[in-house]
């Protein structure tokens, strides 16, 4: 077996409600002084409330930035980060999106270190410490909750992550709760996002691919695979949110440890460049990925495909079995309502090499993935989707 390190957050609290309970979870962590990080719907929904109302409870001085977009830009990170000094702020509380979490952990990274963020792009390059950090996640998706890494938009649409063990939080609060009244739409492309980040995991050419994140991978497509209709369909079946919220969780962990490869290379410039949320920048090139891996990666997406659907545990032989998984995946998706294809959420035909080009900068994970990716293979991936 080949030697493996595998971190995570230190401590999961899962509870319905839990975020009601907030204060109590982490004065003794968070310190006095907190800067709340969140977006804009969210407060405007008051999604927000309960814990805000907890935290103020246990005579915890809040500071709100609620300015946090999709794609969050280094900008936003700036503005948080002095909106955290000013206020002398203890500890960092994300709470949101996969968004609002990635910013919530550079500005305690920021804060606690004073290092320039030009430093910390890249894997192992922050030196830290951190403040303290509790994340709380309001979506079944990112598992950025238990993630090692931060994705930032800078200048021309780039995607940049700050990669360290440093900015896993203290603390990570899932409350199924949250997620009762996310949309449908939101709630499929994100349901998809952690299936993603499960399959990538599992099958992941990095050399820190380990038994504990195969295993958790799995555990995850079990439950997104049996729940994702329910949560989408039937948005208040609490049952199927939190087994949601879990699986998300574990794809989050697998692929901490085990990262993601081809499929969120070509989606970030999808992303990055035309605002589509990640999620759904994912779907729209998930199949046609894994298409192109199939050649050399049949045998172990084989593997996983009754774990997403079980009756396909009857069918025999690997590349059966994967090209079965593969259209099950993409009939999955537009079943679910999310758009099919790239030309669907107006990306024209004339921007697909200049994506290509921009997937090319993803080394760090196109290394991983279980197929050479060139230019040109991205550029096929991209038409096949288009």
Same mark, same amino acid.
């Given at each position: 077996?080949?030697?493996?390190?595998?971190?995570?957050?230190?401590?999961?609290?899962?509870?319905?409600?839990?975020?009601?309970?907030?204060?109590?979870?982490?004065?003794?962590?968070?310190?006095?002084?907190?800067?709340?990080?969140?977006?804009?719907?969210?407060?405007?929904?008051?999604?927000?409330?309960?814990?805000?109302?907890?935290?103020?409870?246990?005579?915890?001085?809040?500071?709100?930035?609620?300015?946090?977009?999709?794609?969050?830009?280094?900008?936003?990170?700036?503005?948080?980060?002095?909106?955290?000094?000013?206020?002398?702020?203890?500890?960092?509380?994300?709470? /949101? %999106? #996969?968004?609002?979490?990635? $910013?919530?952990?550079?500005?305690? *990274?920021?804060?606690?270190?004073?290092? =320039?963020? !030009?430093?910390?792009?890249?894997?192992?390059?922050?030196?830290?410490?951190?403040?303290?950090?509790?994340?709380?996640?309001?979506?079944?998706?990112?598992?950025?909750?238990?993630?090692?890494?931060?994705?930032?938009?800078? /200048? %021309? #649409?780039?995607?940049?992550? $700050?990669?360290?063990?440093?900015? *896993?939080?203290?603390?990570?609060?899932? =409350?199924? !709760?949250?997620?009762?009244?996310?949309?449908?739409?939101?709630?499929?492309?994100?349901?998809?996002?952690?299936?993603?980040?499960?399959?990538?995991?599992?099958?992941?050419?990095?050399?820190?691919?380990?038994?504990?994140?195969?295993?958790?991978?799995?555990?995850?497509?079990?439950?997104?695979?049996?729940?994702?209709?329910?949560?989408?369909? =039937?948005?208040?079946?609490?049952?199927?949110?939190?087994?949601?919220?879990?699986?998300?969780?574990?794809?989050?962990?697998?692929?901490?440890?085990?990262?993601v490869a081809a499929v969120h290379a070509l989606a970030y410039p999808i992303g990055g460049t035309f605002h589509i949320p990640h999620g759904l920048s994912n779907a729209l090139v998930l199949p046609h990925v894994l298409r192109f891996n199939a050649t050399d990666a049949a045998s172990v997406y084989s593997e996983i495909a009754a774990d997403?659907?079980?009756?396909?545990?009857?069918?025999?032989?690997?590349?059966?079995?994967?090209?079965?998984?593969?259209?099950?995946?993409?009939?999955?998706?537009?079943?679910?309502?999310?758009?099919?294809?790239?030309?669907?959420?107006?990306?024209?035909?004339?921007?697909?090499?200049?994506?290509?080009?921009?997937?090319?900068?993803?080394?760090?994970?196109?290394?991983?993935?279980?197929?050479?990716?060139?230019?040109?293979?991205?550029?096929?991936?991209?038409?096949?989707?288009?």
């Open positions: 077996m080949n030697p493996f390190v595998f971190s995570t957050t230190a401590q999961i609290v899962f509870k319905p409600g839990a975020s009601g309970e907030i204060g109590g979870l982490v004065r003794k962590k968070l310190g006095d002084r907190i800067l709340f990080v969140t977006d804009p719907g969210l407060r405007k929904l008051g999604l927000c409330d309960p814990a805000l109302r907890s935290l103020a409870e246990a005579r915890i001085e809040v500071t709100v930035f609620d300015s946090v977009e999709a794609d969050p830009s280094l900008a936003t990170v700036q503005a948080a980060t002095q909106a955290a000094k000013a206020a002398g702020a203890t500890g960092v509380l994300g709470f /949101g %999106g #996969g968004s609002s979490l990635d $910013v919530a952990k550079v500005v305690a *990274l920021l804060c606690g270190s004073d290092e =320039d963020i !030009d430093g910390a792009w890249g894997v192992g390059n922050a030196k830290g410490p951190r403040l303290p950090l509790v994340l709380v996640p309001t979506t079944a998706g990112t598992g950025s909750e238990v993630t090692s890494v931060s994705i930032i938009t800078v /200048g %021309g #649409g780039e995607k940049r992550g $700050v990669s360290t063990p440093i900015i *896993l939080p203290d603390i990570a609060v899932l =409350d199924p !709760d949250l997620t009762l009244g996310l949309p449908a739409p939101i709630t499929a492309a994100t349901g998809i996002d952690a299936m993603v980040h499960a399959i990538e995991a599992y099958a992941s050419k990095s050399s820190n691919n380990n038994p504990l994140s195969k295993m958790l991978a799995r555990q995850a497509l079990q439950l997104l695979g049996a729940n994702i209709e329910k949560a989408v369909f =039937d948005g208040k079946d609490r049952e199927a949110r939190g087994a949601m919220l879990l699986g998300s969780m574990l794809a989050g962990q697998a692929f901490a440890n085990s990262p997403v659907f079980p009756d396909l545990a009857s069918e025999h032989g690997d590349e059966g079995r994967c090209a079965s998984f593969i259209e099950r995946l993409a009939t999955l998706s537009t079943k679910l309502g999310l758009q099919p294809r790239l030309r669907d959420v107006g990306i024209g035909e004339d921007h697909l090499a200049g994506m290509a080009r921009d997937a090319m900068k993803q080394t760090r994970l196109l290394v991983n993935n279980p197929r050479e990716v060139s230019e040109a293979d991205a550029l096929s991936i991209y038409k096949a989707a288009w």
